[in-house]
């Protein structure tokens, strides 16, 4: 700690993202990465971008992006703002969107990256417990409030609240905005994004990060009424000007034309996944529902810390979170069917069932 930093630096409690470890034998199933490679239109595009172009200042509008994703969400383009990754569209949503003096209210276990904002905008909140079940109750997003943000499927649990559930929640939440955020939306959820022209508190945001195997490139985007849309590009306009780079905008736009490839690599994350929900099932852990690309899961009767310390041994890296109410469990990306076969082993060595 310096004597230069100012006192609000001091306070600040800073997100701390998973970890990238740089182990030589690694199986990295701890940060929800996408197994298979971005597009190869996607890659295409951005190699031709490689040019004299680049001494150019790139799009501050990003309105090609925009455009792709309006088409594919069949919304338009004024109701679209992208930025450098998911987490800058939720930093201007907190800073221009969320009333401050009121308290936002999101899930007790849910993206740990929500309080770390609350602290550096100074918006007070209110983490709401899940039930029993790991699942979120429209009926305790009530009241006094100041906003509403949750991930939809959660995060780190993968469970998903369907969309009559999110309308029950906008229909008595009529005077804030309500942000869903849906980075892992397309392994087997359905976007709100079909919801926005009837909520114009609505506002949803989404990351090529996960499906579209391009979390190198930071690129976020959210979709809402025109007015919202607005507010986030009088932040961005504020802030940085030039959010996405030239070769971020010529990748991502082409990964939104290449739709057969997406559902190719979003299939096939999908038919894995459930091939590691029976396979953990029968080494005796509990696995909560999930449509994300992710599991969350505990043992019946082994440490979670203990179960990941001795993954690691193998390096298999896994995320293991030490909130109290989730301390027994881990969070297991789903990789590939190479990568799950490894996991297993080692699984199989650290509790010692190995046949």
Not at 6 to 28: A, C, I, M, W
Request: aromatic share 10%; with cysteine; net charge negative.
């Amino acid at each position: 700690m310096s004597r230069f930093w100012s006192p609000f630096v001091k306070d600040l409690v800073p997100y701390v993202p998973g970890e990238q470890p740089k182990l030589q034998k690694l199986t990295k199933l701890n940060t929800n990465e996408n197994p298979y490679g971005p597009s190869p239109q996607a890659l295409a595009a951005m190699q031709q971008g490689l040019n004299d172009d680049l001494r150019r200042y790139p799009d501050p509008n990003s309105d090609q992006l925009k455009t792709a994703i309006a088409d594919y969400h069949g919304v338009d383009s004024a109701q679209v703002f992208v930025g450098n990754g998911s987490d800058e569209v939720l930093a201007h949503i907190f800073h221009g969107l969320f009333q401050h003096g009121k308290p936002l209210l999101f899930p007790d276990i849910t993206y740990s990256f929500y309080p770390v904002y609350c602290g550096l905008y100074g918006i007070p909140f209110e983490a709401i417990p899940l039930d029993a079940s790991f699942q979120i109750r429209v009926s305790d997003y009530t009241g006094m409030k100041g906003g509403i943000i949750f991930p939809n499927p959660n995060a780190p649990t993968g469970c998903f609240l369907p969309l009559a559930e999110i309308e029950r929640l906008l229909a008595v939440n009529t005077e804030t905005v309500v942000v869903i955020d849906e980075a892992y939306v397309d392994f087997g959820g359905e976007s709100a994004i079909s919801l926005v022209n009837h909520y114009p508190n609505l506002l949803v945001t989404q990351t090529l990060s996960k499906s579209r195997s391009l979390a190198g490139l930071r690129v976020g985007f959210a979709v809402g009424h025109p007015d919202l849309i607005e507010a986030l590009d009088r932040i961005k306009n504020s802030f940085n000007s030039y959010p996405l780079d030239r070769l971020a905008q010529l990748g991502a736009t082409a990964s939104f034309a290449d739709q057969a490839y997406f559902e190719q690599c979003q299939q096939a994350v999908i038919t894995e996944r459930e091939n590691l929900v029976q396979h953990l099932a029968a080494l005796d852990f509990e696995v909560l529902p999930s449509l994300a690309n992710f599991v969350f899961c505990r043992h019946r009767s082994r440490d979670a810390a203990e179960l990941a310390a001795g993954l690691r041994e193998d390096g298999v890296i896994v995320r293991h979170f030490k909130q109290t109410r989730v301390a027994q469990y881990l969070r297991i990306t789903v990789g590939r069917p190479e990568e799950s076969a490894v996991l297993f082993e080692s699984l199989q060595r650290v509790l010692g069932t190995t046949r």
